[in-house]
């Protein structure tokens, strides 16, 4: 009986760790994101052209992880659908950040 408490308690734990970890690694990739997300926002509102923004993000040296410059080019055509003066008021990298950790 008392192997079974001790595995028991062993595996909850292991399953708690687990868990913790993986929420720690989901907030911190949709805070790249979000960061990612405001980076482009701030180029649209600079004035950037959607054409150059990639160039234009790389060369601010971001400190996100170098796999999220990938998701730059995606991310830019939707946000430069959004006229500039809506873009001024708003806090796209909040929104998404709010997002990707409620999903």
Excluded: H
């Excluded at 970890?21 to 649209?44: L, M």
């Excluded at 959607?50 to 830019?76: D, R, S």
């Excluded at 008021?89 to 950790?101: E, P, R, V």
Aim: charged fraction near 20%; aromatic fraction near 6%.
């Amino acid at each position: 009986m008392r192997a079974f408490m001790i595995a028991t308690a062993f595996a909850l734990t292991a399953a708690t760790a687990s868990t913790a970890v993986a929420n720690q690694s989901k907030e911190q990739d949709c805070s790249y994101q979000a960061e990612v997300v405001a980076a482009i926002q701030q180029a649209r509102i600079d004035r950037v052209k959607e054409a150059n923004v990639v160039e234009a993000i790389a060369a601010t040296n971001p400190e996100w992880p170098e796999k999220y410059n990938n998701i730059v080019p995606v991310l830019a055509g939707p946000i430069y659908d959004v006229k500039r003066r809506d873009l001024k008021n708003t806090d796209l990298g909040a929104q998404w950040k709010t997002a990707c950790i409620g999903s």
